[in-house]
């Protein structure tokens, strides 16, 4: 079982228009029904984001599943098939936002109409995605992965006014792996593309793990390393594993 979970808050000093969080868990099933070499995963995930200081607010819960089938006696190569259907509910809330109708001589009047026709003050959906990923071992401790994931199948309608705007699909695709240097070091590395309409980002970057205690079966490793969004940031990154635990 992994659990996961992530809290951000941007530019807090400006009344606080980006708050995401996000909880998430997943664990195999069917292991003793199942081909040995195979994995069969169920998830869960769950999100809470607000911006315009709590103008707007999406709330995300969304159920995944995916089948990794091993395409050698050995295991060593896999293909994995994974869906998730998504429910996603939008709210505006009307007394945090400020309209060019509003603003007076002394200030925005929040009591004052604000000239917009708003049909909808919540928008709610089903959404689809789909992704697919291979992955191979290479010798003992070194491996690879390539995959592509598929967002928006349906391109679901989302309109505050009644419109018929929806969606557009986004793609992805990654690709990265761990790389043995010698029994105490490994290079892990990775890569993303995404595109959705006119926008679109790329990653690349790596950390480089030391193994610590000499127990490759119960390893504490050190990472260190660092990822850059093309044109855009650094993120630098460090960390320590050791027993069932990664905090970075």
């Given at each position: 079982v992994r659990v996961a979970a992530n809290y951000?808050?941007?530019?807090?000093?400006?009344?606080?228009p980006f708050v995401t969080g996000t909880v998430s868990a997943d664990f195999g099933i069917l292991k003793n029904v199942i081909n040995p070499n195979d994995v069969f995963g169920v998830g869960v995930l769950a999100l809470?984001?607000?911006?315009?200081?709590?103008?707007?607010?999406?709330?995300?819960?969304?159920?995944?599943t995916a089948y990794h089938k091993s395409l050698d006696v050995d295991g060593?190569?896999?293909?994995?098939?994974?869906?998730?259907?998504?429910?996603?509910?939008?709210?505006?809330?009307?007394t945090k936002l400020q309209f060019e109708d509003q603003l007076t001589s002394q200030g925005f009047d929040i009591g004052r109409a604000s000239g917009e026709n708003f049909?909808?003050?919540?928008?709610?959906?089903?959404?689809?995605?789909?992704?697919?990923?291979?992955?191979?071992?290479?010798?003992?401790?070194?491996?690879?992965?390539?995959g592509g994931?598929?967002?928006?199948?349906?391109?679901?309608t989302k309109s505050f006014l009644g419109g018929t705007s929806s969606l557009s699909s986004r793609y992805t695709v990654h690709t990265g792996g761990s790389f043995e240097i010698n029994k105490t070091t490994n290079i892990y590395a990775s890569g993303l593309y995404m595109q959705q309409a006119g926008a679109s980002e790329k990653d690349i970057g790596a950390a480089v793990g030391f193994l610590l205690n000499g127990i490759p079966?119960?390893?504490?490793?050190?990472y260190?390393?660092?990822w850059y969004r093309l044109g855009d940031a650094i993120n630098p990154y460090v960390g320590i594993e050791f027993n069932s635990w990664q905090i970075g």
């Open positions: 951000r808050n941007q530019w807090p000093q400006i009344s606080s809470y984001d607000q911006s315009a200081g709590g103008g707007l607010k999406t709330t995300y819960a969304a159920v995944s060593l190569q896999t293909l994995g098939l994974g869906v998730q259907v998504a429910y996603v509910q939008d709210r505006l809330d009307f049909t909808n003050s919540g928008v709610s959906y089903l959404d689809y995605n789909v992704g697919l990923l291979y992955n191979a071992s290479i010798g003992e401790n070194s491996n690879f992965y390539l994931s598929f967002y928006h199948v349906t391109h679901p079966e119960s390893p504490t490793t050190f260190i390393g660092s």
